[in-house]
């Protein structure tokens, strides 16, 4: 076991360079398949080693409901630094359940509450709300989901304006967008050196939806026209979120990026390039921290095993 168990704890540091490379060099459709599935890998293995080492340390509290075995001796050998790191994990590996219990909970009453506010609505793929405050939001269903606006956003922008922020959202549907956002908050919370990831990704679903809205209009210019009135009619604007999801990420990245012309459809990048060695960089992290926290875990079974009486 020995320091392969911390591994996946530090092992997120290698996926950084990649979370900023990638909002700027890759397609946002592959860069937010990336950042996310790295961040879901790695907050897994994260938190797979500590909880490994709470096991390791409730064997060290008195009066623990283990077998007396687990904390005999040589079991406390052949598991280095388990005095210590053991019983500082217990109270670690509590806060990172409960701070993901509670963003689950919170992306689960969202949804709730927002269905049952449309519930007096039409049921329609688009859902308009009598309301002066301008807002607007994809809300995801078993189905389709819904694209939910008000008056007070419709009226500040034109007909193909409208029509653009219409794509934006049903974007957001088809893609399932608030997947990929709510593996990388509950990765975050697991491991707070993901944290990077999960602002990436918050910014290259919001580009992702932003191309797929302009390849529907027809007009880059149009769709960053749209989300810049959005953003100005709407500033201030109480929204639901859900799991980060109604946010709107750096909007005048986003314009700027449509000024531009459209980026490469890349699923990997070259390994020659910058962000194709921090792409490998990651994949090569992610790895490690799978082979450690496997490693660790078939370790400490075969110890506790032999440790364990009949």
Partial sequence: MGVFVFLPLVLPLSAWPIARLA??????????WLLSGVAGVLAVCSTLCLALLVVVGTAQLPGNPLPDGWSDPEVREAVPYDEIAGKVSIPALIVVIASCARTVWRHVRVRRSAAHVLSSVPSRSVAVLPDETPYAYALPGKRRGRVVVTT??????????RRALFAHE???????HHRFLLVVQLAARANP???????????TAERWADEEAAATVGSRRVVARAIGKAALVSRGAPIATLAGFATTGPVPRRVAALLEPAPAERVWPPVSTTVGLAAWGAAAGTTVSALSSANSAVTLFFILKAATPL
């Fill in 193 to 203: 050196f993901l944290r990077p990831l999960r602002t990436a990704v918050t910014y």
């Fill in 170 to 176: 049903r974007a957001h549907l088809v893609g399932r």
């Fill in 152 to 161: 007070g956003m419709l009226d500040g922008l034109s007909a193909p304006e």
């Fill in 23 to 32: 909002e700027q060099h890759l397609h946002p459709r592959a860069a937010t």
